[in-house]
């Protein structure tokens, strides 16, 4: 399966964001290395890679909730609400990974690509172009 690549309309202009979601990107990319290389110790390495990934979608939600709260975003409660269902979806993914581990299908990588690159293009990019708007955008960039 190809690779996620990062493309410019992922970027939100803030620095620090962009490269927690390239770490993101990153992550599931090496998801979709193990699956075509690591066919012998697929389930244990991909089921310590969703760990990682939690970790680090939680440490990134934590930031940019941060961020936002900050800088008095008037949507941030539901960025917020969207960023706790996406873990949760996250959090089932794994689940289902745990219990189905021989069907964990490229469709299910296919899922996670999606499940992230919707959240920054639809959402991230929104508190983005607020910030622009408002020519906040210098002091953070
Ligand atoms: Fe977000
Ligand atoms: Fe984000």
Known sequence: MSTLEWIEDYNVGIPAIDNEHRLLVSLINDINRTIDT???????????S???????????????????????????????????????????????????????TENMLLYLKDWLVRHIILHDCKFSSYFRDEELIDHFG
């Open 38 to 48: 690591h066919k012998e110790f697929q389930t244990q390495i991909i089921g310590d």
């Open 50 to 104: 969703l760990k990682t990934l939690e970790q680090c979608v939680r440490n990134h939600f934590a930031s940019e909730e941060r961020f936002l709260l900050f800088n008095n975003y008037p949507e941030y409660d539901t960025h917020k609400t969207e960023h706790t269902l996406l873990l949760e979806q996250l959090e089932h993914f794994e689940k289902k990974f745990l219990a189905e581990k021989p069907d964990f």
